[in-house]
């Protein structure tokens, strides 16, 4: 038996955060509009993810679980990408980052 798919508010900000975080890396590393492939290839990973992380809307920040979902790979990627996009996020998405700031 499956489970379902997380969907609600807080996954779905979760998204939207992580969403404009890799976008604004492709920007700033890989000088692309859109995203290229490697981080079209990480945002779906991260969605995936998101999708069905076990703790649903009673998710803090990623960096804070105990549960490590993204294999090692996946998971350097998007340390990569946060460390980047972070100041980034305060600049062009505050609202996000001052959420996101007060999950840890």
Known sequence: MSRALNNGPVIQQ????VKKMIAIYCRKKHHH???????????LYALKRLSH????EKKTAC?????????PIYRKKIKAVMRCA???????????SVKH????
């Open 86 to 96: 972070g100041i980034w996020m305060l600049l062009y998405h505050p609202f996000f």
């Open 63 to 71: 960096s804070n679980c105990e549960v490590h979902c993204y294999s």
């Open 33 to 43: 509009q859109e995203l290229c492939d490697e981080c079209r290839d990480l945002q």
């Open 101 to 104: 700031l007060l999950k840890k």
């Open 53 to 56: 992380c076990p703790f649903g």
């Open 14 to 17: 979760e998204k939207d955060t």
